[in-house]
C-alpha cells in the first residue's frame, strides 16, 4: 500500500470517526433530552391534576375530566389516575386507556415520591403528593408521539450527514493528500531517471523553503558525493588497467621470445605455456575492466543508431565459429500476429555485438552438446531474444548473483573464465534500455531472454 493511500484512509477513518461519534452523541442528547423534558411534563399533570382535584372544591371529577380532555397541553393516549393514602382510586381521566399498576408502585410511592418507568410506546411517571396531612398519589401514562417522531426525524437527518459527510470527507481528504503529496510524485519520478551511468542528474528545488525542498536539497548533496565516489573509482580502475597493460604486454613478448628462441626442458616449457595463458587472461580481464569503466563514463557520449538485431547474433556467431568450430547455434524467428516483422533497435553495434558474443560463449561453454538455439520473437512493442543451451542449471543463491562481476556457478570448474563476461552483457544491454534475465526450464535447459524496445 502507498504511503498517499495510507494517509488518505487514515486521515478519512479518523474524520468518519469522529463524525459518527459526534452524531452519535448528537441523538443520545436529544433522546436524553425528550425523556427529560417529557418525564418533567407527566409530573407537572399529574401533580397539577391532583392539585384540581384536592384543592380547588369548585372542580369535581366531571369537570376535571372535561378540563383534561379539552386541554391544550393534553398528551397522546393520556392516563392519570390519582390514589389516596388507603390505596383507593379517588379519580381516573379517561375510562378507555389503561395503565398498568399495583399496590407495589404506590407502596414505592410512599417511601420515594417519584418513580418513572416505560411500558411499550407509553411512558409512566408517579408522583407523591401531600394535602391536609395525607397521602395522595398520581400516575400517569401518555406516549410522547411528537417528541419520538422528532427524535426519529433527527435519527434520519444524522444518518444522511454522516454518510454524506463520509463521502465528503473521503473524496476531500484523497484530493488534498494527493495535492500536498504531489511534490513526493515529481520527486520519486525525477529518482528513477538517477542510474549509474546518469549521476549528474539533479533534482530539481522547489525554492518553497518546506520539508520536501530540504529534501530534494539533501539528496542532490548526497547524489554529488556518490558521482565523486563513482568518478574516483571509474578513474581508478582505468589508470590502474592503463598500467597494468604495459607490464603485462612486456612479460608476454618475453615469454613468447623464450619459446621460440631456447630450447628447455618439457616440464619447463609447460610452465612457460601456463605462465603465457594467464598473462592472457590477465590481460584480458584488464580489457573487460576498462571497457566496462569506457561505458560508464561516455555512456551520454556514445550516439545510438538502428541496428539489426539478427545481423548482430550472426556477427557474434561468426566470430565464436572461428575459435570453437564445433559450436552448432539453431536460430528461429516467431512473429507475433498482427505485427509488422521489424528486428531493428537504437544502439550501438560494436558494443551490442560483445554483449551477444559475450552471451553466445556462454551458451556454448557451460552447454553439454556444444549446441545452443536462438530465437526471436517479434512483437508490437518489443523484440524478444531467446538464447538456450542443454547443461547444468544454476542454483537460486547463484541466480541471486549471476550478473555480478567475477560470480563464478559450481558449473564452471571445468571451464575457463573471469566471471565478467554476463555482467558486461548486463551493463551492456541496460545502457541500451534491453532487459536480460535468466530462467529455466525441467531440469537441464538453461534459457537467457533479452527485451529490446523497438
Given at each position: 500500500m502507498t504511503l498517499r493511500r495510507k494517509i488518505s484512509i487514515s486521515?478519512?477513518?479518523?474524520?468518519?470517526?469522529?463524525?459518527?461519534?459526534?452524531?452519535?452523541?448528537?441523538?443520545?442528547?436529544?433522546?436524553?433530552?425528550?425523556?427529560?423534558?417529557?418525564?418533567?411534563?407527566?409530573?407537572?399533570?399529574?401533580?397539577?391534576?391532583?392539585?384540581?382535584?384536592?384543592?380547588?372544591?369548585?372542580?369535581?371529577?366531571?369537570?376535571?375530566?372535561?378540563?383534561?380532555?379539552?386541554?391544550?397541553?393534553?398528551?397522546?393516549?393520556?392516563?392519570?389516575?390519582?390514589?389516596?393514602?388507603?390505596?383507593?382510586?379517588?379519580?381516573?381521566?379517561?375510562?378507555?386507556?389503561?395503565?398498568?399498576?399495583?399496590?407495589?408502585?404506590?407502596?414505592?410511592?410512599?417511601?420515594?415520591?417519584?418513580?418513572?418507568?416505560?411500558?411499550?410506546?407509553?411512558?409512566?411517571?408517579?408522583?407523591?403528593?401531600?394535602?391536609?396531612?395525607?397521602?395522595?398519589?398520581?400516575?400517569?401514562?401518555?406516549?410522547?408521539?411528537?417528541?419520538?417522531?422528532?427524535?426519529?426525524?433527527?435519527?434520519?437527518?444524522?444518518?444522511?450527514?454522516?454518510?454524506?459527510?463520509?463521502?465528503?470527507?473521503?473524496?476531500?481528504?484523497?484530493?488534498?493528500?494527493?495535492?500536498?503529496?504531489?511534490?513526493?510524485?515529481?520527486?520519486?519520478?525525477?529518482?528513477?531517471?538517477?542510474?549509474?551511468?546518469?549521476?549528474?542528474?539533479?533534482?530539481?528545488?522547489?525554492?518553497?523553503?518546506?520539508?520536501m525542498d530540504t529534501l530534494t536539497r539533501t539528496f542532490n548533496s548526497m547524489i554529488g558525493r556518490i558521482e565523486q565516489a563513482f568518478d574516483t573509482q571509474k578513474e581508478f580502475t582505468a589508470n590502474a588497467s592503463h598500467e597494468l597493460r604495459t607490464p603485462l604486454t612486456r612479460i608476454a613478448f618475453q615469454i613468447e621470445g623464450m619459446l621460440q628462441n631456447f630450447e628447455h626442458k618439457p616440464e619447463v616449457k609447460e610452465y612457460l605455456v601456463n605462465i603465457k595463458s594467464d598473462i592472457h587472461h590477465l590481460s584480458d580481464i584488464i580489457n573487460s575492466l576498462l571497457l566496462l569503466s569506457k561505458l560508464e563514463k561516455e555512456a551520454e557520449k556514445l550516439d545510438f543508431e538502428n541496428v539489426r538485431i539478427d545481423e548482430i547474433i550472426f556477427m557474434a556467431y561468426e566470430n565464436l565459429r572461428k575459435t570453437n568450430p564445433e559450436y552448432e547455434l539453431n536460430f528461429e524467428i516467431k512473429e507475433v500476429d498482427g505485427a509488422e516483422l521489424i528486428l531493428e533497435t537504437k544502439g550501438i553495434k560494436s558494443i551490442l555485438q560483445i554483449a551477444i558474443s559475450n552471451l553466445l560463449k556462454n551458451a556454448f561453454q557451460y552447454s553439454s552438446d556444444h549446441k545452443s538455439k536462438v530465437t526471436i520473437i517479434h512483437g508490437q512493442q518489443s523484440v524478444e531474444v531467446l538464447l538456450e543451451n542443454n547443461g547444468p542449471i544454476l542454483t537460486n543463491q547463484e541466480q541471486k548473483r549471476l550478473f555480478e562481476s567475477f560470480m563464478r556457478g559450481a558449473n564452471s570448474r571445468k571451464s575457463t573464465g573471469y566471471g565478467l563476461g554476463l555482467r558486461m552483457s548486463k551493463r551492456i544491454l541496460d545502457f541500451h534500455e534491453a532487459a536480460l534475465t535468466y530462467e529455466t526450464e525441467g531440469a537441464d535447459i538453461n534459457r537467457f531472454r533479452i527485451r529490446f524496445k523497438i
Open positions: 486521515a478519512a477513518s479518523v474524520f468518519s470517526a469522529i463524525l459518527a461519534l459526534a452524531c452519535i452523541i448528537i441523538y443520545t442528547t436529544s433522546a436524553q433530552y425528550r425523556e427529560d423534558e417529557f418525564v418533567k411534563r407527566l409530573e407537572d399533570k399529574a401533580l397539577t391534576t391532583a392539585k384540581l382535584l384536592l384543592e380547588v372544591k369548585e372542580v369535581d371529577k366531571q369537570l376535571l375530566k372535561l378540563i383534561d380532555q379539552n386541554s391544550i397541553n393534553k398528551l397522546f393516549d393520556e392516563k392519570i389516575l390519582v390514589f389516596d393514602d388507603g390505596f383507593d382510586l379517588i379519580y381516573s381521566s379517561l375510562d378507555d386507556a389503561r395503565i398498568n399498576w399495583s399496590s407495589k408502585d404506590l407502596a414505592v410511592l410512599r417511601k420515594d415520591p417519584f418513580f418513572y418507568r416505560k411500558e411499550g410506546l407509553n411512558e409512566v411517571v408517579g408522583v407523591y403528593y401531600s394535602y391536609e396531612d395525607r397521602d395522595y398519589f398520581a400516575i400517569i401514562s401518555a406516549e410522547d408521539k411528537y417528541g419520538n417522531r422528532k427524535l426519529e426525524f433527527l435519527l434520519y437527518v444524522l444518518i444522511i450527514t454522516f454518510l454524506a459527510g463520509t463521502v465528503l470527507v473521503w473524496l476531500l481528504t484523497l484530493f488534498l493528500v494527493k495535492t500536498l503529496l504531489s511534490p513526493l510524485s515529481r520527486f520519486n519520478e525525477q529518482i528513477v531517471r538517477i542510474t549509474g551511468s546518469k549521476l549528474n542528474h539533479r533534482i530539481l528545488e522547489s525554492g518553497n523553503s518546506d520539508e
